[in-house]
């Protein structure tokens, strides 16, 4: 069984290379037309700049996981803003997405906790395919459309978590079928359990994304994983792609939900022994403060378990 590591969106390793500066709209709105434009372009190219030196940085470090920043443009998908990013970047897209094909590198998306289908307001809705497309778009413009995915939340329960469930089936259908097809559901830590999740992805065919920290924050008695793991894989093959999952740890007893700099690796061990006894390879995404540091200092930590050994600076072999 071999498990890659990667991280989310900052290598805090490099300096001044966040790939999410922004330009807010109060500000937008301030400048005359000439400046707009001209502030978009400049906080786009520092944040594509910085994701190539990230892309790189991946490639010396042999970390094959990474998540990009859902604010590589700013206010993309703002009614009265939308702007084509796509031409006056159209190099820095190709160069980006030519390097994550060249090394085999595994990207995604993971819009924020307000793209959701689960809403009865027509409006949120629609925000939602919006901020997908542009999603989509971006990897379009990369040429990795075909192969990373956009990962979301089923949404909120709004009282009645049926109710809200069927309205995620129908406003769905809304989303077009092509960015659909990139798309991955993740089970959360306080709402939709990892069954419940699991059984929406099973009905549309969608691969879920599993969250072991979310698990552990939220799971019935009955919800056992070497149940749930076999069940959850096979989702990945409506993309023919290996499984991916979530992993963190809790900040502390109290703050349970909230994330640690850092991965406990023993934490993590109930996890690690189910997956060994599946024998499937998977990919770990870490999401943790300390980001690339706490994704290379996992790896290490797990290949210090016997019988584990590290064959890369970011993969185990088990």
């Known amino acids: 069984m071999i498990i890659r590591f990667g991280y989310v969106s900052h290598a805090l390793s490099l300096w001044d290379c966040s790939p999410a500066k922004t330009l807010t709209f109060t500000r937008w709105k301030k400048l005359s037309e000439d400046e707009r434009h001209s502030q978009l372009l400049y906080v786009t ?3 594509l700049k910085h994701t190539l030196r ?3 940085y991946n490639i010396a470090h042999e970390i094959y996981l990474y998540r990009f920043s859902s604010s590589l443009v700013p206010l993309a998908t703002h009614p009265e803003v939308k702007w084509d990013y796509r031409t006056p970047f159209k190099d820095l897209f190709t160069e980006i997405g030519t390097l994550v094909k060249q090394y085999q590198l595994r990207t995604s998306f993971h ?9 009865d307001k027509r409006h949120i809705t ?5 901020d997908m497309s542009y999603h989509y778009d971006v990897l379009d413009a990369m040429g990795l459309a075909e192969q990373s995915i956009i990962n979301i939340h089923v949404g909120g329960a709004y009282g009645n978590k ?6 995620f089936h ?3 259908k809304k989303l077009p079928s092509h960015i659909k097809q990139r798309m991955t559901l993740e089970n959360d830590d306080k709402t939709y359990t990892t069954s419940e999740t699991l059984a929406i992805c099973q009905k549309e065919k969608i691969p879920l994304l599993f969250d072991y920290h979310h698990y552990m924050a939220n799971h019935h008695d009955d919800e056992k994983l070497p149940e749930l793991l076999p069940e959850i894989f096979k989702t990945w093959e409506w993309v023919s792609l290996k499984p991916k999952i979530h992993v963190s740890s809790p900040k502390s007893e109290k703050e349970f939900r909230s994330h640690a700099d850092y991965v406990d690796a ?13 024998n499937v390879d998977v990919d770990f995404m870490i999401e943790a403060k300390q980001k690339d540091f706490a994704a ?4 290490e930590d797990i290949a210090k378990i016997r019988g584990i050994k590290r064959i890369g600076e970011a993969t185990i072999d088990w």
């Open 266 to 278: 023993e934490f993590l061990l109930p996890l690690l022994t189910h997956l060994k006894e599946i």
């Open 45 to 47: 190219e520092q944040n």
């Open 170 to 172: 129908i406003n769905l």
């Open 126 to 130: 629609e925000n939602a395919v919006g």
């Open 54 to 56: 990230m892309i790189h």
């Open 296 to 299: 290379l200092k996992l790896c």
């Open 162 to 167: 049926k109710t809200a469930t069927e309205r």
């Open 111 to 119: 819009p924020n906790q307000f793209t959701l289908f689960t809403s």
